[in-house]
């Protein structure tokens, strides 16, 4: 089962910030949090990760809190084309051994 | 780099027929993944392989599936004696055994209908 827990739905005027949080209080020290996403009917897409620290890439950016047991993916300014299912996985990172176990995500719609 | 490819897009299969989904890895990929999304539900984990083995096949259904990866080609899913009820979309992801993070890069998908 899935260690993770998402709102089932959130909506988000494009141009504007969408804040995306995660519960995953069972977190153990060494496990990753990381967060994928799926336009309807593609494959899903990597988006991000990180233990710790917060972390920014050219897609988004993820805020961890100090004690590991939420997180917050952040899409600065969510186009439509942002509109998707997005999932938030902890899993340990080494070795390439570990299952992907994907929960129910949350379902961003951006609206014009 | 092209990505993740897999092949068919689609398929179409009777009951009882059999039906094979390919995946080949990014290249320089030596991990493939297969996952199963029934419509309006989630993705779920079938199985993990390496070349010509297989490490991880706690989500495959017990009988009519298999999966290999060979030392040459792609990986492949087969389904024998196909039911409705195996209607879904089959993913297939692939990640390097060198990078710490191991990211799971996904294909577009194979979309099987059991008529």
């Known amino acids: 089962d899935a260690k993770t827990t998402q709102p089932p739905s959130m909506d988000c005027a494009e141009g504007r910030a969408a804040n995306l949080p995660c519960n995953h209080s069972?977190?153990?020290?060494?496990?990753?949090v990381y967060w994928y996403r799926q336009i309807h009917s593609q494959g899903p897409q990597y988006i991000i990760h990180?233990?710790?620290n917060n972390e920014t890439n050219e897609m988004a950016s993820l805020i961890i809190t100090e004690d590991r047991k939420s997180s917050t993916l952040i899409l600065p300014h969510a186009t439509l084309r942002d509109t998707a299912v997005y999932y938030c996985?902890?899993?340990?990172?080494?070795?390439?051994?570990?299952?992907?176990?994907f929960g129910k995500g949350t379902k961003l719609t951006v609206n014009p | 780099n092209a990505g993740v490819m897999q092949n068919p897009r689609h398929l179409v299969r009777r009951r009882g027929q059999e039906a094979r989904l390919r995946c080949s890895p990014m290249?320089?990929?030596?991990?493939v993944y297969w996952y199963r999304q029934l419509p309006e539900e989630g993705l779920k984990f079938m199985v993990y392989?390496?070349?010509?083995?297989?490490?991880?096949e706690s989500g495959m259904p017990k009988e009519r599936f298999s999966a290999e990866f060979p030392k040459e080609g792609p990986s492949i899913l087969r389904i024998q004696q196909v039911v409705r009820g195996d209607s879904a979309a089959y993913f297939c992801?692939?990640?390097?055994?060198?990078?710490?993070?191991?990211?799971?890069?996904f294909g577009p998908g194979t979309r099987l209908t059991v008529l």
């Open positions: 992801a692939s990640s390097s055994d060198r990078g710490t993070y191991n990211e799971q890069f």
């Open positions: 069972t977190i153990s020290g060494n496990e990753y």
């Open positions: 990180g233990l710790k």
């Open positions: 996985i902890v899993r340990f990172p080494q070795g390439g051994s570990e299952k992907l176990v």
């Open positions: 290249k320089g990929h030596s991990h």
């Open positions: 392989l390496q070349k010509e083995n297989i490490i991880d």
